[in-house]
C-alpha cells in the first residue's frame, strides 16, 4: 500500500520507451535537436496559442526560475501561506530572484480567494521604498491540501492581479491532475484565466525528471534562456526531456496517467467516509487524500505496511481542527496505484 508520494512511482512505460529510442544515433545539444523543436510545436498546440518553454529537471528550479523572471529583488510574491514554494523549496525563490520576499496568505484548503488578495494588495503601502513592493501572485495546481482551483478561481486572481499590475504564476506540479478533474482545456486554466507563467510538471505524473517552464508573456522570455544557464538546468541532452514531454502528451497520454491517480484518490476518499475512526479533511478533488485518523487506524495501517505521511504543517480548515487524538495524514495515489492496494486499505481501516 505505497500512498507516501507519486514521487515514489516509477516511470510511464510509453515514456521509459521515448527515453531509449532518443537515445538512438546523434542529436543536437543543448536544446538543439528536432525532439526539443517538436516539442514547442506541441506545447502550443496544446496551449492554443504561441509559447516559449524552457524544459528543466526538478520543480523547484521551475518555479524559482519562473518568479525569477516576474519578480525583482525589491519586491514580493503572494503565495498561500502553504504554498510549495513558501514552505518546501528551501528558500530558492527568494535565491533565485535574488532576494524578492514571499508573503503568505491564509485560505482553506491552501487556497485563497480573490476578494482576500485584493484586499492585502489595497492595504499595501505602495510607492514607498521603505517598503517591498508586490509584484507577482503565485497559485499552486493543485493545491498543497489536494485542492484544484476552478476555472472561475483562476480568472477572478488573475484579474486581481493584472487590475494590480502584477504578474501570475502557476505552480503546476500536479497540473495535469487537475485538468483531468476539471475536464477543461489546458489554456482555460492558464493564459486565458491571466496566468502570464507556468511551471509544467510530469515528474509527479509518470515522467522520469522532465519539468517545463511555459512562457504565455513574450516580454518574459528573454531573461529566461540566460537564467536557466546559470542555474544549470540547461542539459546538454537535452533530447531526453523533450523525448519525455513528447510521449507524456501524445494522445492524450498524461491526462490518462492523472485521470487514474485521481480516480484511485476518489475510491481511497470513499473508504475512509465509509470507514470508523477516520474522516476526510478535505473534500478528494485530485490525486492527494488528506484524513483526520484515529491512532487505531494509523496503528492498523502502520501494523499492515502502509506508506503514508503524518502532515504536521496545518490544518486545511481552522472550522474542522482534529479531535480526540486525531491526526492530520496525506495519502497520494499515482498512475501506478492499484485496486488491490485500494481494496486492502478498506480493508485495513474498515476494522480497526
Not at 502553504?82 to 485560505?107: N, R, S
Not at 505524473?205 to 544557464?229: K, T, W
Request: with cysteine.
Amino acid at each position: 500500500m505505497q500512498f507516501a508520494s507519486d514521487n515514489t512511482a516509477g516511470i510511464s512505460e510509453r515514456i521509459l520507451k521515448a527515453i531509449a529510442e532518443a537515445s538512438n544515433g546523434f542529436a543536437g545539444s543543448y536544446g538543439g535537436d528536432e525532439r526539443t523543436r517538436a516539442l514547442e510545436a506541441r506545447m502550443a498546440d496544446l496551449f492554443e496559442r504561441d509559447v516559449t518553454i524552457f524544459p528543466v529537471v526538478t520543480g523547484t528550479a521551475a518555479n524559482a526560475l519562473s518568479m525569477a523572471a516576474i519578480a525583482p529583488p525589491w519586491t514580493g510574491i503572494l503565495c498561500s501561506h502553504d504554498a510549495h514554494v513558501m514552505t518546501d523549496e528551501c528558500g530558492a525563490a527568494e535565491m533565485f530572484t535574488g532576494g524578492a520576499k514571499l508573503f503568505g496568505i491564509d485560505g482553506r484548503h491552501a487556497k485563497f480567494d480573490a476578494d482576500e488578495l485584493a484586499r492585502r494588495l489595497e492595504a499595501w503601502p505602495g510607492g514607498v521604498p521603505h517598503h517591498v513592493q508586490p509584484a507577482a501572485v503565485s497559485i499552486s495546481q493543485v493545491s498543497e491540501f489536494g485542492a484544484v482551483w476552478s476555472v472561475g478561481e483562476v480568472g477572478a486572481i488573475g484579474e486581481v492581479a493584472k487590475r494590480n499590475g502584477l504578474k501570475l504564476h502557476m505552480d503546476g506540479a500536479r497540473f495535469a491532475n487537475a485538468v483531468a478533474a476539471l475536464g477543461c482545456a489546458p489554456a482555460d486554466i492558464t493564459w486565458r484565466a491571466g496566468v502570464d507563467i507556468l511551471s509544467f510538471g510530469a515528474t509527479k505524473n509518470g515522467a522520469l525528471a522532465a519539468e517545463a517552464i511555459v512562457v504565455f508573456d513574450p516580454d518574459l522570455a528573454a531573461s529566461l534562456a540566460y537564467r536557466r544557464m546559470k542555474a544549470g538546468q540547461l542539459l546538454s541532452k537535452g533530447r531526453f526531456l523533450a523525448a519525455q514531454f513528447l510521449a507524456y502528451l501524445e494522445d492524450g497520454h498524461w491526462l490518462e496517467l492523472a485521470g487514474h491517480a485521481n480516480a484511485k484518490a476518489s475510491d481511497l476518499g470513499a473508504a475512509i467516509e465509509a470507514a470508523p475512526n477516520c474522516r476526510l479533511a478535505v473534500p478528494v478533488q485530485a490525486n492527494e487524500v488528506f484524513a483526520f485518523i484515529a491512532p487505531s487506524v494509523d496503528r492498523a495501517l502502520t501494523e499492515a505496511g502502509a506508506a503514508y505521511h503524518d502532515w504536521p504543517a496545518g490544518i486545511p480548515d481552522p472550522e474542522d481542527p482534529p479531535v480526540d487524538g486525531e491526526k492530520l495524514v496525506r495519502f497520494v495515489c499515482s498512475f501506478q496505484t492499484t485496486g488491490q492496494e485500494v481494496g486492502r486499505f478498506a480493508q485495513v481501516i474498515g476494522t480497526a
